[in-house]
């Protein structure tokens, strides 16, 4: 953890944070918009009894699993180099408050190999906790306390009743997807006709026995070549969920259990109390910080208000209007590299383009699976779709 800086100096460093990264702050903004709808087809796999992918879906959503402890192994390759501690800056996270702020740890689960422990009995208790080489973060929800502890800097987190279960607790810890049932859920939440669903064979997950359900873009232009999922034959929870993109290659997301055990996890796995000497941050002491909290927050963070999207299914493009001090145009035009640290600027030139059309100028970052469009007129268009579909977006806007 860097040390502590003044909170001028801070608020600075973030807002050159917000400048050089608001390409990537966007990269998940087109998740939400890909659209999904079953189709029928056969396992043909002697092993188990044959299964539609209708069937195979309604399986997952009706799974009553909620009682699950395991460890996941979850690799993400989005072709960026690891974010690190400026993850906080796209969150708009505070820096100096805690090591132990979920809103800046779970981001880094963006890039990287992580190997994650993972525990849950019904709604009020769950455990995530991301383990280190020699240290272990983890999140803790037990009824009305939530806590997180960075073992590494022995600081904690701690927010209860309301703020840990509330609208203010899922602001500061942020949801981001972690186990094969989150990012499935969030690729079958959507639908729409742009989706092939086939079954295609059958796996062995963690030592258990799973149907794997196939998913695939109908649409030309997605950069997604197809997701898998394989589920649990006996529960329907998801068991392994695998991103790959239509331009080849390893996954750009492949997260799965190595173990897995269905039976309920032990009430002290929810305990966490913590150690003399253990800096802890109190959720209730934030809200006389949170108006100054606000005004050094990364106006990149903030710029993912009013979001119009364009088209449907699999090409959908986010488009959103950043403020007007954010150096989005700096960033489109190359004018704002002279205030700009070298690394960031070598950065951001081995992703971006020049390209041009109907919507004026702009820049074009890459990554394996979204690319984003940062126009010289501040304007963002993001989507997981080829760079010619992005720029005919822009153009259509």
Do not use: C
């Given at each position: ?217 109908k649409q030309s232009g997605s950069t997604v070549g197809a997701v898998t999922v394989s589920v649990d034959a006996k529960t329907g929870t998801p068991l392994k969920f695998t991103l790959t993109p239509a331009s080849g290659g390893a996954a750009v997301v492949d997260a799965g259990f190595t173990k897995v055990d269905f039976g309920r996890p032990a009430a002290s796995t929810f305990d966490f109390k913590p150690s003399k000497g253990t800096k802890v941050t109190e959720a209730d002491k934030l809200p006389a910080q949170g108006k100054d909290r606000a005004e050094k927050a990364p106006k990149g963070a903030a710029a993912l208000d009013g979001l119009n999207v364009i088209g449907k299914g699999w090409t959908s493009v986010a488009e959103l209007k950043l403020p007007g001090d954010s150096g989005a145009a700096g ?67």
């Open positions: 953890m860097a040390p502590y800086e003044s909170e001028d100096s801070q608020g600075a460093g973030r807002r050159k944070v917000a400048r050089y990264a608001v390409p990537v702050a966007v990269v998940g903004v087109a998740a939400a918009t890909i659209g999904l709808v079953p189709a029928l087809a056969d396992s043909g796999d002697p092993d188990l009894p044959q299964i539609t992918a209708q069937q195979l879906i309604e399986k997952i959503a009706t799974s009553d699993t909620e009682q699950l402890s395991g460890t996941v192994k979850i690799h993400t390759d989005l072709g960026l180099p690891s974010l690190g501690g400026a993850a906080s800056g796209l969150t708009g996270g505070d820096a100096g408050s805690s090591s132990a702020d979920p809103q800046a740890k779970l981001t880094e689960l963006a890039s990287g190999t992580h190997t994650l422990r993972v525990a849950a009995d019904g709604q009020d208790r769950q455990k995530l906790s991301i383990l280190g080489d020699a240290s272990e973060y983890s999140l803790i929800h037990n009824g009305t306390d939530m806590w997180a502890y960075d073992s590494k800097s022995d600081e904690a987190y701690h927010a209860k009743g309301a703020q840990a279960s509330g609208d203010r607790a899922k602001k500061q810890s942020p949801e981001v997807p972690a186990t094969p049932k989150q990012l499935t859920d969030e690729i079958l939440k959507a639908s729409g006709d742009s989706t092939s669903f086939t079954v295609d064979g059958t796996a062995q997950v963690a030592g258990r026995d799973a149907y794997r359900l196939q998913i695939k873009p960033l489109a035009s190359g004018s704002a590299s002279g205030d700009m640290p070298a690394d960031a600027q070598k950065f951001l030139d081995s992703l971006g383009s020049k390209v041009t059309g109907k919507f004026g100028s702009g820049t074009v970052y890459s990554t394996r699976l979204v690319n984003v469009l940062i126009t010289q007129d501040g304007k963002v268009y993001a989507g997981a779709v080829t760079k010619d579909a992005l720029v005919k977006a822009a153009d259509a806007a």
